[in-house]
């Protein structure tokens, strides 16, 4: 045996030793990063995101070309960031539907015990997520700090939903007008969610089929592309540095009208507000 390779040997052997010795201390010190990492990746590693990465990955290796492979991966990299961010918006947004009951539970409770916070205590325990922990965020920001105005800017701070504003608004009223006067005031916003509600739910059966047409058209495109990937005869067509700039074109052309009729229809929906 050379020398060299008893040198490597011996090397190898003093790191075990070492990883051996002090494998307590390093398990310790990367206990917590590794902890950090895995909830960083759960947040992002989702099935919103690994789906189109890996639809694009899959196509990049059976396509031919590499100017279609970097084009599929970026494509795939751009929609999974779109897809998290809409899912992300989707799960931090509120229902008009809870403020709605949230708006006439708290209405129920205030009139029993005129006191805002105290009915907004019993009232959290009605509601569900994201909305609850909006309504406990201001609650623990007032008996933490005895003021409700610090309790109304820390729910400004974390949401802009205009129905939510409006119910601080009134919120903020109550402390200097009469009770019966605020239970007024939450009985026209009710109402006026009530309405918002239903405008909703009509926009949402009219607007069904083009939401329904439009995943059609997308899943379509998708199995068309795999197909043709899996063809070697029709894929070979994109070998060439022509068929990979048409593939391209063509491409951004069908992502890029897919966003704008989602674009169009989250619009619409926007619109009621």
Do not use: C
Request: glycine share 6%; hydrophobic share 45%; aromatic share 8%.
């Amino acid at each position: 045996m050379s020398r060299d390779m008893l040198l490597l040997l011996g090397m190898g052997l003093a790191v075990i030793l070492v990883l051996l010795v002090l494998w307590d201390d390093l398990e310790r010190l990367t206990r917590v990063p590794i902890r950090r990492l895995r909830a960083g990746a759960s947040t992002y590693l989702t099935r919103t995101t690994l789906v189109p990465m890996g639809i694009s990955v899959f196509l990049a290796i059976v396509y031919p070309g590499a100017m279609i492979k970097l084009y599929l991966v970026i494509v795939g990299l751009v929609v999974a960031r779109y897809a998290f961010r809409k899912h992300s918006s989707e799960e931090v947004d509120v229902p008009i539907r809870e403020i709605a009951q949230l708006v006439l539970t708290f209405r129920g409770t205030y009139q029993l015990q005129p006191s805002v916070f105290s009915s907004l205590a019993e009232v959290s325990k009605k509601l569900s997520s994201p909305l609850r922990e909006l309504i406990d965020a201001v609650v623990t920001t007032y008996y933490l700090t005895s003021s409700g105005e610090r309790a109304y800017q820390e729910l400004r701070r974390r949401t802009d939903n205009v129905y939510l504003n409006q119910f601080i608004y009134i919120l903020e009223m109550s402390e200097t007008a009469h009770p019966e006067a605020v239970v007024v005031a939450l009985d026209g916003f009710a109402a006026r969610l009530r309405r918002h509600v239903e405008l909703r739910r009509q926009i949402d059966t009219s607007l069904g089929p083009i939401t329904s047409q439009v995943s059609f058209l997308q899943g379509l495109s998708i199995v068309i592309v795999i197909a043709v990937g899996l063809i070697p005869t029709l894929r070979r067509a994109y070998s060439s540095v022509t068929g990979q700039v048409v593939f391209m074109f063509v491409a951004t052309a069908a992502v890029g009208t897919s966003y704008y009729i989602e674009q169009r229809i989250r619009s619409l929906k926007e619109r009621i507000t």
